[in-house]
């Protein structure tokens, strides 16, 4: 089952605009990852936030943690075509420390 | 440093026959892990080795097999193939255990048809 869930499924904005992409977890996390696939190849690894975490900054990427709510959101500001992917969360799976991923976001980005 | 590579990229196959795939981890990464990704079922963990040894196992049945050799390269085996392991299979290579704080870094897949 999947452990992360992202939410909206599709999200398709022009370019320079703001792209927020939110994931949903069901059991205590030690941590928390996003991932980009583009085009059906291999996952990139964007960033990391631990559960002790709240926020967390890479660049144009802006990933929030909110272990009470058992949520995590990925802002990408000043959206490029080249951001054009689908993103994913990956949580530890708590206890399992099996990687456990979401359905994932797929983006747009219009030129 | 070479990333990840899977052989082969692409694969069709026949229901009833059995495949392998290979993955070559980064140099040095001793454990690697292996995902299913289907648009029904998104991507889900299949097994982890590491040192040789199976650390994790997914809810997949016994026709999903795997082994890690001494120099970290990992092999899946699908026996009795249906058509519903039709797949993108990902394998993905960390210096440790995954699940942890370890960043996977992932082949480019092998695509699998099932027929």
């Known amino acids: 089952s999947q452990q992360g869930e992202e939410d909206p499924q599709a999200l398709s904005i022009q370019e320079g605009e703001n792209a927020t992409m939110n994931c949903s977890y069901k059991?205590?996390?030690?941590?928390l990852q996003w991932y980009r696939q583009n085009s059906g190849r291999g996952l990139v690894h964007l960033i990391l936030i631990r559960s002790n975490e709240r926020e967390k900054h890479s660049g144009r990427l802006r990933v929030t943690l909110d272990t009470s709510k058992k949520s995590s959101s990925l802002l990408i500001t000043a959206s490029r075509a080249a951001d054009t992917a689908s993103y994913f969360c990956?949580?530890?799976?708590?206890?399992?420390?099996?990687?456990?991923f979401g359905r994932g976001t797929s983006l747009i980005v219009h030129p | 440093k070479a990333g990840v590579t899977q052989t082969p990229r692409y694969l069709i196959k026949t229901r009833g026959q059995q495949v392998t795939l290979s993955c070559s981890p980064i140099?040095?990464?001793?454990?690697v892990s292996w995902y299913q990704q289907t648009p029904g079922q998104g991507l889900q963990f299949l097994f982890e080795y590491f040192s040789e040894t199976q650390r994790n196992k997914g809810n997949f049945p016994g026709r999903f097999s795997g082994r890690q050799f001494s120099n970290s390269r990992s092999e899946m085996n699908v026996s009795t193939l249906e058509l519903g392991d039709s797949a993108l299979y990902l394998c993905a290579s960390s210096l440790g255990l995954a699940g942890g704080d370890e960043t996977q870094y992932f082949g480019p897949g092998t695509r699998l048809l099932v027929l």
């Open positions: 059991t205590s996390i030690n941590n």
């Open positions: 140099s040095g990464h001793r454990s």
């Open positions: 990956a949580t530890d799976g708590g206890g399992s420390y099996i990687p456990t």
